[in-house]
């Protein structure tokens, strides 16, 4: 199984790079990941935000094929604790996929067809963070979800 984190434009600020690079190298040891950044969007200011989240949607959708699992990360998602999100993530394993895709849409959010093509809505918390913070909270659920799934000491209750 494959787990991918697709999301809109680079993240720029060096100390979340750097984060997310540490999470990353981490969940390498536990599962086949890759991250896929779709390029930000160059002229936007003649667009409307429903147009850029059309515009944006067209190339996630690029990045989906039709048997992947997808969830998108919202703030209107379901809400885990790190133990629940856990064993959510185990089921979704044991569910014989190829590929699960994390999605994190760009500033504007998503478009309807991304709605539509998601197995599964997740809120990381009721507070907004910005696009490029949120990767960085997200991978660190992720690692510490497969450390909870194999009873390693990261987790504390």
Same mark, same amino acid.
């Given at each position: ?7 809109? *434009? ?14 990353? %190298?981490?969940?390498? %040891? ?11 969007? %160059? &002229? ?6 429903? /147009?850029?989240?059309?515009? !944006?949607? !067209?190339?996630? #959708? ?7 699992? @997808? #969830? $998108? ?17 185990? @089921?979704?394993? &044991?569910?014989? +996929? %190829?590929? $699960? @895709?994390?999605?994190? =849409? =760009?500033?504007? =959010? ?11 809505? $997740? ?8 696009? /490029?913070? #949120?990767? +960085? ?7 510490? *979800?497969?450390?909870?799934?194999? =009873?390693?000491?990261?987790?504390? !209750?």
């Amino acid at each position: 199984m494959e787990i991918r984190l697709i999301c809109i *434009a680079k993240t720029e600020d060096k100390y979340l790079i750097e984060g997310i690079e540490k999470y990353e %190298k981490r969940i390498m %040891k536990y599962t086949k990941y890759q991250k896929i950044i779709i390029p930000d969007l %160059k &002229t936007t200011k003649s667009l409307s935000i429903q /147009q850029i989240k059309e515009k !944006e949607s !067209e190339l996630i #959708i690029k990045q989906i094929k039709e048997q992947d699992y @997808n #969830i $998108i990360l919202d703030e209107k998602g379901t809400e885990y604790n790190s133990i629940d999100f856990a064993y959510y993530l185990e @089921n979704v394993y &044991t569910k014989s +996929l %190829k590929r $699960i @895709n994390f999605i994190i =849409g =760009g500033p504007y =959010g998503f478009d309807n067809r991304i709605y539509k093509l998601a197995q599964q809505k $997740i809120s990381l918390s009721k507070m907004t963070f910005s696009h /490029q913070l #949120i990767r +960085l909270i997200f991978l660190e659920q992720l690692y510490r *979800a497969f450390t909870i799934i194999k =009873g390693e000491p990261y987790h504390h !209750e």
